[in-house]
């Protein structure tokens, strides 16, 4: 999947989150074979401490249905997750249904993991975990084994890392697994709230800016209009080739985000 993500940390109207992702749904550079998106969209938002999750599979504007289906845009949230899709072939036949779109939701053990990816995970299939469950398992739809999307694997097996390891070995160990050219991110919810961001190898790209308690990642620089208050700290060009994963630790009080923090993980 050749993809555009979305996180917005420290408060944002749903309006202005969705016009980022209306503007990276049909971004496409000179010589770039495809738009970032266009073949879906779906969005995930915190309103009075409850996520609110909505998707949309193929139409000729999708984050325009997206925004229709929410309705209220004026919600301003301190969480926004957002994907704009473009199938990879091996997934085309999922492109008319919502359970194509991200971010992806595991909730599956005694905590929550969403996620949002671009690229293609190339063992997927064996990184799967037969007793979880996976919203996008439609052999019905998807012939070939093991009929699921790549990209909902890493929720899962996120889950799984973390169960087993705590959260900052389980996300490196994470990080070490997942083989192919991908970027995702991760938001995970337990004692409190933990933000992973990955990029292996050559994506569309990533761009993140962090301020005070405060941070947006995306895969187009174009798409957005950052606050004066924050500073570009992450700048990965389409098929510029790259390793890279932060991860954060933060709380939200009285709807606003705080103590947002680096859990000083080391990057290359």
Not at 40 to 45: K, P, Q, R, V
Not at 75 to 103: C, D, E, M
Not at 195 to 208: C, D, N, P
Request: glycine share 8%; aromatic share 10%.
């Amino acid at each position: 999947m050749n993809c555009g993500l979305l996180i917005w940390l420290g408060g944002v109207k749903l309006a202005e989150g969705l016009n980022v992702l209306s503007r990276m749904e049909f971004h496409k550079y000179p010589g770039e074979p495809s738009p970032v998106g266009g073949d879906g969209a779906a969005i995930l938002y915190l309103k009075d401490g409850v996520f609110h999750l909505a998707k949309v599979g193929y139409s000729s504007k999708p984050t325009e249905a997206l925004a229709e289906k929410i309705g209220d845009l004026t919600i301003h949230t301190p969480v926004l997750l957002g994907h704009v899709r473009r199938a990879s072939q091996n997934f085309k036949k999922s492109i008319p249904y919502p359970w194509g779109a991200q971010p992806y939701c595991c909730s599956c053990l005694r905590f929550k993991v969403f996620s949002i990816h671009n690229g293609f995970i190339q063992n997927y299939a064996e990184l799967r975990l037969k007793e979880h469950h996976y919203e996008s398992y439609q052999p019905k739809v998807l012939d070939e084994p093991p009929h699921f999307i790549d990209s909902e694997v890493i929720p899962h097996k996120c889950a799984e890392l973390v169960e087993k390891y705590g959260v900052k070995k389980g996300f490196e160990r994470l990080f070490e697994i997942v083989k192919g050219n991908s970027t995702w991110i991760v938001l995970l919810i337990r004692d409190c709230f933990y933000l992973g961001i990955f990029h292996k190898g050559k994506t569309r790209g990533l761009h993140v800016y962090e301020g005070r308690n405060s941070l947006i990642a995306v895969t187009r620089s174009e798409a957005l209009i950052p606050p004066k208050n924050l500073k570009k700290i992450v700048e990965i060009e389409w098929r510029e080739e790259a390793e890279l994963f932060l991860t954060y630790r933060f709380k939200i009080k009285d709807g606003n985000i705080s103590s947002l923090a680096s859990m000083d993980v080391n990057n290359s």
